[in-house]
């Protein structure tokens, strides 16, 4: 007797209500639309939906208490917001439902991608080793998700799935939060993230990834955690000796992308500027519809940058503000949802001195 196939394709037609006919292909029992591209996120807790409810860790790198999660969802999810975080909404921009954490109990199907960030998480497998989900580990996740989706729906297909598909990637705040000055030259440190970095985006290429969302370092030195500490009450102004680091990452990453587009077939970036434009929005929130860049919503202590959102860390007082939406920061290091909005717009949408040389949308339009 002849096996049934495990794939299949058909061009179905599905009517909008604004009357458009969209040709679908089917794999097994899932139709998608011709031109599907799936959004695979690796991280940390700027792009974390929820990976790390499910390991054992502790609160500082867990968001699953409330108001996490209180504006949007109504209950925390495990996302370090008010509500939704980046890949959020490049999900949405890409027409894509929401993309689960890895970790998610069930049945996933993976065909519209997984994420795969942990809060903590760092390009040095030594970052909160043991407490997170490190980069390296994410891209083993990675490798099982190919292994399933081969079984599932074939080679080919699972190649042309993952050729198509798009990856999110930030990573490095938490290696430079940990960073020891005594064992190694800054530059020393910033190849060894960058160099671990580019060793999993090689790792992705040769899985079958072909295109990459990589965004930059921030300016450390803006947030209220940083303030808080060094700042005290002082003016509350950024403190340039913390976000310098950032830029030598910058460069560094900036030039070993150029190499791996030269060197390897068909590889292709979005490099987002992600310094310079959370720099604009924390230092001229009203440019963007917000009214407060240098001060967290929850939190306590000067700007509000203990982090103690949520009253389980160290710090058990905090306070809240009434609305998330017009702030920059939700805690001591996490951007509002409406922040997180802006910075994805700009990540989507945004020119070459922002977003280059492709931009998301174009990537996903490849």
């Known amino acids: 007797m002849m096996a049934r196939k495990k794939i ?24 998608l639309p011709k031109e599907h591209v799936a959004l695979f996120v690796f991280g940390d807790s700027l792009f974390d939906v929820g990976n790390n409810n499910y390991i054992n860790t502790t609160t500082d790198d867990q968001a699953n208490y409330s108001p996490y999660g209180e504006t949007f969802f109504n209950f925390p999810t495990g996302r370090f917001s008010d509500g939704r975080v980046i890949p959020d909404f490049v999900a949405e921009y890409a027409k894509l439902p929401l993309i689960q954490p890895y970790l998610f109990p069930g049945n996933q199907q993976y065909v519209n991608g997984i994420n795969f960030a942990s809060a903590g998480a760092g390009a040095l497998v030594e970052t909160h080793q043991g407490l997170v989900i490190d ?36 990573i ?30 090689k790792g992705i290429y040769d899985l079958g990834g072909r295109k990459f969302g990589i965004l930059n370092q921030p300016p450390k030195g803006c947030f209220p955690f940083i303030k808080a500490f060094v700042n005290g009450t002082k003016s509350g102004s950024c403190i340039e000796e913390y976000s310098a680091p950032a830029k030598v990452h910058n460069i560094v990453l900036f030039e070993e992308l150029e190499k791996l587009r030269k060197q390897i077939k068909g590889f292709k970036y979005s490099y987002f500027n992600f310094f310079d434009v959370s720099f604009e929005v924390i230092n001229n ?10 001060v967290a919503c929850c939190g306590s202590g000067p700007y ?40 994805s717009q700009f990540m989507w949408s945004g020119n070459l001195s922002i977003s280059g040389p492709y931009n998301l949308k174009s990537l996903f339009e490849e």
């Open 135 to 170: 980069l390296k580990t994410q891209l083993t996740y990675f490798k099982n998700v190919k292994k399933i989706l081969r079984q599932r729906y074939g080679n080919k297909e699972t190649t042309t799935l993952l050729s198509k598909a798009v990856y999110l990637i930030n």
């Open 285 to 294: 929130p009203s440019k963007f519809g917000l009214k407060e860049g240098g």
């Open 8 to 31: 299949h394709f058909c061009f179905l037609i599905f009517f909008l209500s604004y009357g458009i006919l969209i040709p679908t292909r089917c794999l097994a029992n899932i139709c």
């Open 304 to 343: 509000k940058g203990y982090y103690s959102c949520g009253g389980k860390r160290e710090v058990k007082d905090y306070d809240l503000c009434k609305n998330p939406s017009e702030y920059v920061f939700f805690d001591a290091v996490h951007p509002t949802e409406s922040a997180s909005r802006i910075i």
């Open 172 to 201: 490095g705040v938490n290696d430079y939060f940990q960073e020891n000055s005594s064992l190694y030259t800054h530059e020393k440190y910033v190849s060894m993230v960058v160099g671990n970095l580019t060793t999993v985006i």
